[in-house]
């Protein structure tokens, strides 16, 4: 598609529960970011993927989240045994190359907004 | 640890008012830096950005930012803004050492019509 998108967009679920998010980027961007948006916060950095690897797990708020990406494409964020604080929109955003450097410049999905009760 | 700081949270202007939002990342070495803006509703997208060359940036919508090296800055300005800029402007680093990019915690701008 013509931009990053995500789904869902909106998720309700109950303490406990395991979900999934998904983010397909624009096609031939090699690099993917996920960052998480609570209410009144800024963009807490989760995750960063170059091709399929992961150099920087360092955001991932605990071993309830785990996120992968396979054919340098599709990358899905998992959040495990879902707590109330994990409500938030969490965004998701790619990044093509220039030359050999990764540009920085970030396009953005709409976003999944994640409620846990 | 790299960092940046947004100091204004929340910032209430007239139309016709200047602006400047203050931006200060911590020192990694050779940066990128951009300004990205969220619209009420709306996804994110870039405001603009800096990767080397002249200091002062310009971007859509009449809005420039300056780099000040020795300061560690990248302010955000608009010498006359409008009731339409009224979003949510964040300031970000990429630290080339890292291609991680690292977002401030934001600036509410509303203007009053």
């Known amino acids: 598609g013509a931009g990053v998108s995500q789904s869902p967009s909106n998720k309700v679920t109950e303490k406990g529960k395991d979900v999934e998010l998904r983010c397909d980027p624009i096609s031939g961007h090699t690099a993917l970011y996920w960052y998480r948006q609570s209410l009144g916060q800024g963009l807490e950095f989760l995750i960063y993927?170059?091709?399929?690897?992961?150099?920087?797990k360092s955001g991932l708020p605990s071993d309830r989240f785990s996120a992968e990406r396979t054919g340098g494409s599709v990358s899905t964020l998992t959040i495990q045994r879902t707590q109330q604080e994990d409500s938030a929109v969490y965004l998701c955003?790619?990044?093509?190359?220039?030359?050999?450097?990764?540009?920085?410049?970030?396009?953005f999905g709409e976003g999944s907004r994640l409620t846990v009760l | 640890a790299q960092s940046v700081s947004q100091h204004n949270h929340h910032v209430i202007l007239s139309e016709a008012a200047s602006l400047e939002l203050g931006c200060n990342y911590s020192y990694g070495g050779t940066v990128n830096l951009f300004w990205y803006v969220q619209y009420p509703g709306q996804h994110l997208q870039l405001l603009l950005k800096y990767f080397s060359g002249d200091p002062l940036v310009k971007g859509i919508k009449g809005f420039e930012a300056e780099f000040i090296k020795s300061k560690f800055s990248f302010n955000l300005r608009k010498p006359s803004v409008q009731w339409s800029d009224t979003a949510e402007y964040f300031c970000a680093v990429m630290y080339s050492s890292a291609s991680k990019i690292i977002f401030g915690s934001g600036t509410r701008l509303s203007i009053r019509p």
């Open positions: 993927f170059q091709g399929n690897s992961a150099p920087d």
């Open positions: 955003a790619s990044s093509g190359r220039d030359g050999r450097s990764n540009t920085g410049e970030l396009f």
